[in-house]
Each structure stands twice: as C-alpha cells, then as structure tokens.
C-alpha cells in the first residue's frame, strides 16, 4: 500500500520554503552580532518498529494479546491488531528512549473498536488520549515533556473491556533523539533477477523469479502494462489468448516504492486443445532406466518393455552448484547410444502413453538441498531438463538424506513453472517411512496435492515395523503389506502408494522377492485377499501399483518381472 504524506514512519518532517529561508535570514543577522548559536539536531522518530513491519519487536502486548496483520494497515505492510478479552484490554507498549527535559510528540493512527494512546513513566504529566472507534483510520495525537531525570518512557495503546478488537499502525514519538538513534527507512529494492516463463496453457503462462532482499511484494507486467501483483516468487499471468506470443517482466515493491523492471521474457500460449496433462494410469508400473552398465544388461529406452508406464531415467548428476543438477548420457558405456537416439526414444514413449522422467540421487548420488538458494537451483535445473530433453518430471531418490522444509520449496517452486502435468515420483528407504515426522514422510505429505507416487524400496532394509507395531522381515508378503499400510494410514492417498521391489536377486543387495510375492501383496492391499499372517484392517482398491530397480535387471533376468507384473498391475480394481 503506499505510504500518504500524513502517515510517513520514519522520514523527517519537511519543512515549508518560506520558513527554511526566513531561518537563513536570521541565522546571517545573527553572524552580524557576533551571537551564533549552536544548531539543534533535528527530532526523530523515537520509536522503535513503529509501523509493525517486523512483526511484534520492541512491543510487549498483555495476555498474548496482540497480533500482526496485512490488512487492513495504514502503511506499509502490516499493522497491529489486539483483542480484548475479559478484564484484559489488550494493552501493547514500548520502552522509548527520550532525553530529559524535553517535549516529545506522540501519535499513532487507529481504527476498530475503542482505542486508547498515552505514555506513562515521563517524570512530569503522563497522558494519554482515545476514541471510540472507527470503520476508518483516525489519528490520535498528544505530547508530553520529560523530567529532568528521565531517560525512558513507555508508551501504549489499549482498548477497552468487552469492547471489539483495534488496530494500531504508524507510532510516532517525534523529539530529541533520546539515544536510539531514528530507525532507517527502507530502500526501494533492486530488480528482480532470474525471470523464467514456466508451464503454459491456452490462457495462461506461469512465471517464476529470484527473491530480491527487501522486497515485500512484485508487479507483474505483460507487455508493459501490469497484469497482476505477488507477494512471493511466483505468478500466473491468465486471460491470455491462445497461441499467442507475451513479453513478461517483473519489479520488486516495498513501502519505499518499485524497483525498474526486471528483463524481459517471452512466452507463447499453448494452442487449443494442447494444454497439459498427465498421462499416468490409474494403476502404473515404475521402472528405473540405468544410464550407466553395472553388469545389468545394456538398454535403449527403446528397450524398454510397454509392461512399464513411468520410466525413471537414472540418474541426474551434481553441479557446482548446490542444489543444481545436470544430464550426461553416458553414450560409451551405453554402446555407443547417442544423444540424438535418447530424445527420439522418449518422444517415441511418451508418443505410446509413457512418461519419462529424470531421476535425482541414487545410493551414490550427491545432490543436497538444505537453503533456500539450493531449493530455487534445484527447481531452476529440473525445469531446465524438462525442457531440453522433455521429461515428464522428476524422481526423488535421495538415499543420503533429504531436508522436508527446503525439498518442499524446491518441489513447489517446480510445479509453479511445469504446471499440473508434472509427474512426481519418490523412491524413499524404509526407514524413511517408518513415520510420518521423518523428512521423507513430511515431504511426501507436505506436496500431497501435487504427488504422484511414493514407491518405497522394500529392500536393503533388514526387519522394520509394520502399522500394528510388529517386526517384519524383508522378503516376505506381510513385510510388503505391513509396511505400505503405514504410509495408506498416515496421510498419502492409496493413489500415491506402490510397492518397489528388486527385478532380480542381483537388483539389490537383499530383499528380493519373486513376482509371485509382489502380486500377491497387491492382491492382499486392494481386495483383501492372498493375504499372509498380516492382514490390512480395510482395502485400498485405488492402490498405485509397483516399482522395481531396474529394466535393466528386468531384461537380465529375461523380463520375468515385468512379464508377471506388469499384467497384474493393470487387472487391479
């Protein structure tokens, strides 16, 4: 909101011209004489965090009183609100720092219900002043003088018993600086950097940017006129027609005013009836693509069998930077598979109904994503490959740790700029799902709504517990069923659910276990039946399906996997 001339916080009053010149006058005539005087240093602002733009700092407010809120504010961004209730008037004060013998003004602008403004501990007259409420702001002003002793008053405002909550913004305590010092105003904040055009549909495009320091807010501009506002790094400009081509750009806001803007971007419009979509069945096979020859069989992704319908590309390498990540064929290890050849083949899976989707991490993998920086690069890089070679979305295999609150940002920022056809995988341990207060667990649930599979290897794991509080032990039907039932019960939808398991006895160190088994706990899951000792409490029909490590193991083993797999995924309810 801007800022009107009768509520500047923090800049010093401007004086009239005519005034500033009759002083020149004076100060001249005065040389004359010989009787200069010293100069006064000019009042401030005493109080400290006088518009609440950091929240509640420097304010005290009685019985957890008082909160911060966006609207409705008289300058800034944030004013305060505070509720009677009781014998408790909702009083918020502030210890001030003032100079003895002095005369201070004291203002405040309110709005709501009764509101009171005084000052107490001044050494001579303390005041105060009210109203009795107001749908509008209205300003409530006083002054006081300090004693010869006093270093220190407390100002407040309150309201009043049984009456409705008020707000509070703007404080003034204008005088003598009392040794605070006035508290800087803000600067106007510097262009926004690294605009990005993400997912389009007929009507609308999808952007995202850099945060700038300072900033609280971002015009968005289309084609120089503004077309809406954001307060955090993301935006989606609508109203668009289709197939057609936009110039976008951004300015970061604070209440000192708007930065230039940001450089352009261009983005087209998708054509009608080209809009993005997922294309996952509702019941899916996973399979992870080796991008490296560890004695499994060597494949083109044209190799891979129609048996899977959400082809993992592994994996993503680490950059320099943190967070980022980048794609390398291995071409020499792969027999000579040419980059030209991969982009053929995924256009020719996703042409049959697949998704191929790029892989992060892996037992070796190094990619960390723990700041806020790191989260942006690593939704900055994913999008990056998406559209270079076209994958349909992201894996999360992260196998040496995972950060909930950072992983989150960096998922949501990737969604902002794909759009709803992003395919979402992740490929947790099984400790990482043992509960939901563990990073993986929290991350899955944290990006529900945009999720479309968890599939846990249940292998390389020894015994865990199941949602009954029993110990399993890998490589049996109860040890699959017990342990899905913990994510089915604690938040994930039974859609964001399937059972990842080696192809082979070489796909995994331990835990394999024959197709056999693996159908046998989809059955056990979605209609209650081949069931061993553990049994679910109910059925989740809408089940996802399974996982396995790797086509690559798959063909090895002469795709026996998939071959009994694949088929039994499909027949499920």
């Known amino acids: 909101m801007e ?47 006088a518009g609440f733009e950091s929240g509640l700092a420097n304010w005290t407010c009685a019985g957890n009183s008082g909160a911060i809120v966006s609207s409705p504010v008289h300058g800034g961004t944030s004013a305060l609100k505070a509720t009677p209730a009781g014998q408790d008037n909702a009083k918020c004060s502030q210890a ?35 109203t009795p409420g107001s749908t509008t702001w209205t300003k409530l002003s006083t002054s006081f003088k300090t004693g010869a002793n006093t270093t220190s008053v407390t100002v407040y405002t309150h309201g009043w018993y049984g009456q409705a ?4 913004d703007d404080f003034e305590v204008t005088g003598p600086d009392g040794g605070g010092g006035e508290e800087p105003g803000p600067v106007i904040p510097a262009a926004p950097a690294g605009l990005a055009a993400g997912a389009t549909t007929t009507s609308s495009v999808a952007l995202s940017w850099n945060a700038v320091s300072g900033a609280t807010g971002y015009k968005v501009y289309r084609d120089g ?8 790094t993301s935006a989606t400009v609508t109203g668009l027609t289709a197939d057609t081509a936009y110039q976008f750009s951004v300015s970061a806001t604070n209440a000192a005013g708007e930065s230039v803007k940001s450089a352009a971007v261009s983005a087209r419009t998708a054509k009608n009836g080209t809009g993005p979509v997922t294309s996952v069945p509702k019941h899916a096979v996973t399979g992870y693509w080796q991008n490296f020859n560890n004695g499994a069989a060597v494949q ?87 559209q270079d070679y076209g994958f349909n979305g992201v894996d999360i295999d992260l196998e040496n740790g995972l950060n909930a609150t950072y992983m989150t940002k960096a998922l949501r920022q990737l969604s902002a700029k794909a759009g709803p056809g992003l395919v979402l995988t992740m490929a947790p341990q099984t400790i990482d799902m043992q509960s939901t207060s563990g990073e993986y667990f929290k991350t899955a649930l944290n990006v529900k709504d945009i999720l479309t599979v968890v599939n846990m290897q249940y292998y390389n794991s020894g015994s865990m517990l199941g949602c009954d509080g029993k110990v399993y032990s890998q490589g049996s039907v109860d040890f699959l069923t017990a342990l899905a039932c913990i ?36 059955d056990c899951l979605t209609k209650g039946t081949n069931c061993g000792s553990f049994k679910p409490s109910k059925t989740y029909p809408s089940l996802r399906g399974a996982m396995t490590w790797s086509t690559n193991w798959d063909a090895t083993a002469g795709f026996a996997w998939s071959k009994a797999v694949g088929p039994h995924v499909r027949s499920l309810p």
């Open 96 to 130: 001030v720092k003032v100079k003895p013998n002095s005369t201070y003004a004291l203002s405040s602008w309110v709005q709501g219900g009764y509101a009171y403004l005084g000052v107490s501990g001044t050494g001579t007259t303390d005041v105060s002043t009210w």
């Open 487 to 522: 994510q089915l019960e604690g938040g994930l939808d039974p859609s964001q659910v399937g059972i990842g398991v080696p192809a082979s006895t070489r796909g995994a160190g331990s835990g394999y276990v024959s197709p056999s088994i693996v159908n046998a706990a989809l």
């Open 300 to 386: 083109k992704l044209s190799d891979v069998p129609a048996d899977y319908d959400i082809i993992a590309v592994s994996f993503a390498d680490a950059t320099a930077t943190q967070g980022a990540v980048t794609f390398n064929l291995d071409t020499a290890g792969l027999n000579g598979y040419t980059d030209a050849q991969f982009r053929s083949d995924i256009k020719a899976k996703q042409a049959a109904g697949k998704n191929v989707i790029i892989s992060i991490g892996g037992e070796l993998g190094t990619v960390r994503v723990d700041s806020d920086a790191s989260a942006t690069a690593f939704a900055n890089s994913v999008y990056a490959l998406m």
């Open 165 to 168: 909550a008020y707000l509070a």
């Open 3 to 49: 800022r009107s001339a009768g509520s500047s916080r923090r800049r010093r009053r401007s004086r009239p011209v005519l005034g500033g010149t009759m002083a020149v006058i004076a100060a001249a005539a005065l040389t004359v004489t010989g009787l200069v005087s010293t100069a006064q240093a000019a009042d401030v602002n005493n109080a400290k965090n």
């Open 225 to 232: 006129v503004q077309a809406t506002t954001s307060t955090g």
